[in-house]
């Protein structure tokens, strides 16, 4: 899975999702898959996404994964009672707010495209949508 390969410190607070996100241009393909909605987006599911674009383009044409998952979130243990302290690092998440462009695809037909990038979309817990290069 994805992660970073060292971190300034361990653990961080959850912060707030405020706003609009800054790269809501296709960039590097033809095809993209946009946010439309904020949230949290797991290491896990950026790889599950991945793999359902690589599996409906046949691994033709290029794709890019424009997101990557940095930030830490904790999990207390089961038997954990009040004021035990902050759990360990259970996982690391992407933050997204709305109108970044997750994946790229190009070097693949239209129809194609659409359908590898709406197969991702249903492995992440955001609204998405596709959108076309200008």
């Known amino acids: 899975m994805l992660q970073p390969s ?6 961080q607070f959850r912060g707030r999702m405020r706003g609009l996100s ?10 993209g898959l ?17 793999r359902a674009i690589a599996h409906a383009t046949k691994r ?17 243990g ?4 009040l004021g035990a302290g902050k759990g360990d690092v259970k ?10 462009v997750m994946f790229e695809v190009a070097g693949i037909p239209e129809a194609e495209s659409i359908v ?10 955001i609204v998405t949508k596709v959108i076309k290069r200008d």
């Open 116 to 125: 590898a990038l709406k197969l991702a979309a249903a492995k992440l817990p």
């Open 22 to 31: 800054m790269g809501h241009q296709v960039s590097f393909g033809e095809y």
């Open 6 to 11: 060292r971190t300034k410190y361990r653990k």
């Open 91 to 100: 996982g690391y998440v992407a933050v997204i707010r709305p109108g970044r």
């Open 34 to 50: 946009k946010a439309m909605a904020c949230g949290w987006i797991t290491a896990n599911q950026i790889e599950a996404a991945r």
């Open 60 to 76: 033709n044409g290029r794709m890019w994964i424009r997101i990557f998952p940095d930030k830490p979130f904790t999990e207390k």
């Open 78 to 81: 089961a038997g954990a009672p």
